[in-house]
Nanobody, 125 residues
Framework: QVQLVESGGGLVQAGGSLRLSCAAS????????MGWFRQVPGKEREFVAA????????SYAGSVKGRFTMSRDNAKNTIYLQMTSLKPEDTGVYYC??????????????????WGQGTLVTVSS
């Protein structure tokens, strides 16, 4: 049974940086596209970033492009989200997901079946 575990969230001031990690067990991440989503109370879960199977291609939401970088370390079965120049609007619970790249890039999160438990990121102004 696959399990995704996020870590690295926390409280940071605007302009600061954080790196989130998502460690997978039970399933090799290199065999699947992986993605990051975030959610705030009362709003839909939104796409943040995704990476394809080989790690050679990444995609980002417009709101984070140029500030966030997603990567994968297949040897460690882990993906990362490096977040820089953080803004208060980046606050939310960040989830990693595994599944078809199409669903991630088009924000079709309800079609994704494999999720981590989430890690909270709070950016203060």
């Amino acid at each position: 049974q696959v399990q995704l575990v996020e870590s690295g969230g926390g409280l940071v001031q605007a302009g600061g940086s954080l790196r989130l990690s998502c460690a997978a067990s039970g399933r090799t991440v290199s065999n699947y596209a992986m993605g990051w989503f975030r959610q705030v109370p009362g709003k839909e879960r939104e796409f943040v970033a995704a990476i394809n199977l080989s790690g050679g291609s990444t995609s980002y939401a417009g709101s984070v492009k140029g500030r966030f970088t997603m990567s994968r370390d297949n040897a460690k079965n882990t993906i990362y989200l490096q977040m820089t120049s953080l803004k208060p609007e980046d606050t939310g619970v960040y989830y990693c997901a595994q599944g078809p790249l199409y669903y991630m890039e088009f924000g079709l999160y309800r079609h994704l079946e494999v999720w981590g438990q989430g890690t909270l990121v709070t950016v203060s102004s």
